[in-house]
């Protein structure tokens, strides 16, 4: 095992504790095994990150899938206001014991499922390939019509549609999905964070609760 110098403690403090960098990531700079860089820290009492710590670091460094706007029309602005009302009412939020990253609003009605994508696609420049699209329908119904009835509507292609849930115990009278329903997902967790601050934002602004 290649021994690190002790000349390295002061830049290998930096890169872990100031820059984030993980033991490999460190490992690869010195030109070193990582049993190494483990051995080093412990000699110099240098403390590990915890692997909530950890996990929590990798999220942080994580890339954005998207891009907010950040210079709005009047018309961008109402509809930012509109997508997180309809998120809100619509939306998946999740909870703090939640596991599930995904924003995920399901509808059956075509044009609040349009005004949804628009509110991502001009709000937040999404990235097209992420989008998700669970078909929700009954058995008797055409389920080839049906999906690329939602595909044209989303501008979703049909490679981007999971396997649909079929309802085969229903009522032939009880119906009232025409189109069936949709759930429209992104998984990006930043991006839920982001629609769940822009919820409480305008509530904050147009309902506070004293």
């Not at 709005?72 to 703090?96: Q, T």
């Not at 709000?123 to 939602?150: G, H, M, T």
């Not at 999905?177 to 964070?193: A, E, Q």
Request: charged residues 30%.
């Amino acid at each position: 095992m290649a021994s690190i110098s002790d000349l390295k403690l002061r830049e290998i403090r930096s890169w872990y504790y100031r820059d984030f960098l993980s033991v490999k990531d460190i490992a690869d700079k010195v030109g070193v095994s990582i049993d190494s860089v483990v051995y080093f820290m412990r000699q110099h009492g240098l403390k590990r990150r915890t692997l909530i710590e950890a996990s929590r670091r990798r999220f942080e460094r994580k890339p954005l899938s998207f891009s907010i706007a950040r210079k709005l029309s009047a018309s961008d602005r109402s509809l930012k206001v509109i997508g997180a009302m309809l998120y809100w009412c619509e939306g998946f939020k999740g909870n703090e014991k939640s596991t599930n990253s995904t924003v995920d609003l399901a509808n059956s009605d075509p044009k609040m499922i349009s005004l949804f994508l628009n509110f991502l696609r001009r709000i937040y420049r999404i990235d097209e390939k992420r989008l998700r699209v669970l078909l929700y329908c009954y058995s008797d119904q055409n389920i080839p019509k049906l999906k690329a009835f939602w595909s044209g509507t989303t501008g979703i292609p049909l490679s981007q549609f999971s396997k649909p849930y079929v309802r085969h115990d229903f009522r032939i009278d009880g119906r009232k999905m025409k189109h069936g329903m949709v759930h429209v997902r992104y998984s990006d967790k930043k991006l839920l964070i982001e629609l769940k601050n822009l919820i409480d934002s305008v509530c904050g602004k147009y309902a506070p609760v004293a």
